[in-house]
């Protein structure tokens, strides 16, 4: 079923509702084929399989939302913006009510989400990933796994170690059981906790509701991070053209963990570029024989965990350089046509 919901400057941005047969990613005897979504997704030019293509993996909680700042720029240049949105965080919804239930939100879930949902569009090459926040890990997964995948941009990426937003490990299990066991007893304490948590972690009032603060939850307790560890060793040896966007003022991470999964990825510390509040450069990448061509990172000082809402025009720009760069890649060792 197709349906028009919202138009949005000179586009018509459409949402469907798609069936996606999880059928690898539950262990459940009760569901033997797995389960169903009908997936609200953006999709600038529908079946147009001869545009290049962004995909957009938001964060958790998140929504495609919180890409919007950019989306109309890119598809007026002739991009096609594909973004879908996970289960949990009210748009994507499972086809009977158990399904969305136990949808545990790990990584490994989210990435074969992403998989099934991009195989059922029709889309192999995707010319510009982009991952916001814990959306990254998915993202990194998919773009060391994705043989189709031609360039990357990370916004406010969450490291390769526990996310500074959510709580100690041992805690995280602990709530994480109860949520999902949805426990009437300690239920309110977690309503209350993670309506703390909304506020702050500075998200818009009407944006997240409480549960989709749990669901993120279920997220970093899903985070299995020898992977993402692994995930960044591969896009490395892929030298896939890469930009990871932080920002100095950003709560969740700790610039000490985001040197250390920079320097996973490729990212070297002299091919780091630095903007100051009014998006003035203050420091610029020289390419040299020591500094990667194909990665780097740009540090903000201003741009919070949302540095597409903050710093658009910047984002834009690197952006349409990876867009550009996809253009010429070959994964080392392959003869994959461009």
């Not at 304490?189 to 909304?198: D, G, Q």
């Not at 903050?310 to 350089?321: F, G, N, P, R």
Request: glycine residues 6%; charged residues 20%.
């Amino acid at each position: 079923m197709n349906k028009l919901i919202i138009q949005r400057s000179i586009l018509r941005i459409w949402t469907f509702s798609v069936q996606n047969q999880c059928k690898r990613t539950l262990n459940i005897k009760n569901f033997p084929n797995g389960v169903d979504f009908n997936v609200q997704y953006i999709d600038t030019s529908p079946g147009r399989l001869d545009l290049p293509v962004a995909l957009a993996i938001h964060g958790a909680p998140g929504t495609h939302k919180d890409f919007l700042p950019i989306v109309d720029q890119l598809a007026e240049r002739g991009y096609r913006v594909i973004i879908p949105n996970f289960p949990g965080y009210g748009l994507t919804t499972g086809h009977y009510d158990m399904d969305e239930q136990v949808f545990s939100h790990s990584v490994t879930e989210r990435l074969l989400f992403i998989a099934d949902f991009v195989a059922l569009l029709g889309v192999f090459k995707i010319d510009l990933v982009l991952g916001h926040g814990m959306g990254t890990h998915v993202a990194s997964g998919f773009c060391a796994r994705h043989p189709g995948v031609r360039s990357a941009l990370f916004l406010a990426p969450a490291p390769h170690e526990l996310h500074r937003g959510l709580p100690p490990s041992i805690m995280m299990r602990f709530f994480a059981r109860k949520w999902q066991a949805k426990s009437y007893i300690i239920k309110p304490f977690l309503w209350l906790m993670f309506t703390f948590m909304h506020a702050w972690l500075r998200y818009e009032p009407t944006s997240h509701r409480a549960k989709h603060i749990g669901n993120m939850v279920l997220s970093g307790n899903g985070t299995h991070y020898p992977d993402i560890i692994s995930f960044a060793l591969e896009m490395e040896i892929k030298q896939l053209p890469l930009v990871s966007i932080t920002s100095e003022d950003d709560l969740l991470v700790m610039q000490s963990q985001l040197t250390k999964y920079h320097d996973l990825l490729g990212i070297k510390a002299d091919a780091r570029e630095e903007y100051d509040k009014d998006g003035v450069c203050l420091k610029s990448v020289v390419p040299s024989e020591n500094t990667p061509h194909h990665a780097k990172s740009i540090l903000l000082q201003n741009g919070t965990s949302f540095p597409q809402k903050t710093y658009t025009d910047l984002v834009i720009k690197e952006a349409l350089e990876l867009l550009e760069k996809s253009k010429n890649y070959q994964p080392p060792n392959s003869n994959i046509d461009s």
